[in-house]
């Protein structure tokens, strides 16, 4: 198992509200990336974190935002949630600026917008 | 824009037998291409991995070739198991600041006992 946890494992939430999803990283790693997975889908890149900068982002609307804190853990947010924003939020934990380095994902958050 | 495409979305095989598993990417500018074994209700688990500099890797059971001409990418797996049995992806990335993964959409393997 990777170091990388996310909080929390389930969430229920209704058209219109806001979510904060947390990511604590695996030691050692300073880039935490955020992906979406819909179901039957693989994972859609939303953004990246570099040492508490924004360093890359997907195709997603600005709702979607994050942060990276110096101990390098992360959070995502959503605003004004949809229903298709109903996935699984991996987040993938790296040490970047050495090259595609592999990434550690933790377990996910499964969000259910209704 | 990026794309992979991954082949096929569904792979039933008997126990022992081999399977494939195919991808192609878009961007030629891609260098690393992970393989990743997801487990229902678990995360995605990176199995095998090639760079851009190799043609093919191999561990154990389990094997990745790389065509870049073709730009075209495979896993093997030889003597399948019943605990093979998961949703594999593949990834590219390209050397850039960001390495952000590029993901096929999945194939379901099934081992039959």
């Known amino acids: 198992e990777t170091g990388v946890t996310q909080s929390p494992t389930h969430l229920i939430k209704t058209r219109g509200q806001q979510v904060t999803l947390r990511c604590s990283s695996q030691?050692?790693?300073?880039?935490v990336s955020w992906y979406q997975q819909a179901l039957g889908q693989g994972p859609q890149f939303i953004f990246q974190?570099?040492?508490?900068?924004?360093?890359g982002r997907g195709n997603f609307p600005p709702r979607f935002s994050g942060l990276q804190f110096p101990n390098y853990s992360s959070e995502l947010n959503v605003n004004a949630l949809e229903l298709d924003d109903s996935a699984l939020y991996l987040c993938?934990?790296?040490?970047?600026?050495?090259?595609?380095?592999?990434?550690?994902f933790g377990p996910g958050t499964r969000l259910t917008v209704l | 824009g990026e794309n992979v495409e991954q082949h096929p979305s569904t792979l039933s095989v008997q126990e022992g037998d081999s399977a494939v598993i195919k991808c192609t990417y878009s961007?030629?500018?891609?260098?690393?291409f992970p393989w990743y074994k997801q487990e229902l209700g678990k995360r995605p688990q990176l199995i095998i991995d090639?760079?851009?500099?190799?043609g093919e890797k191999k561990d154990q059971r389990i094997a990745v070739t790389l065509n870049k001409t073709a730009k075209h990418f495979s896993l093997h797996i030889t003597e399948t198991q019943p605990e093979d049995s998961a949703v594999y992806f593949c990834?590219?990335?390209?050397?850039?600041?960001?390495?952000?993964?590029?993901f096929g959409t999945g194939t379901r393997l099934k081992v039959l006992a």
């Open positions: 993938a934990s790296s040490l970047g600026g050495v090259g595609p380095a592999d990434r550690f």
């Open positions: 030691s050692g790693h300073n880039t």
């Open positions: 974190y570099y040492r508490e900068e924004e360093n």
């Open positions: 961007d030629s500018a891609s260098n690393y």
């Open positions: 090639i760079r851009s500099n190799v």
């Open positions: 990834a590219a990335t390209r050397p850039s600041g960001t390495y952000k993964y590029i």
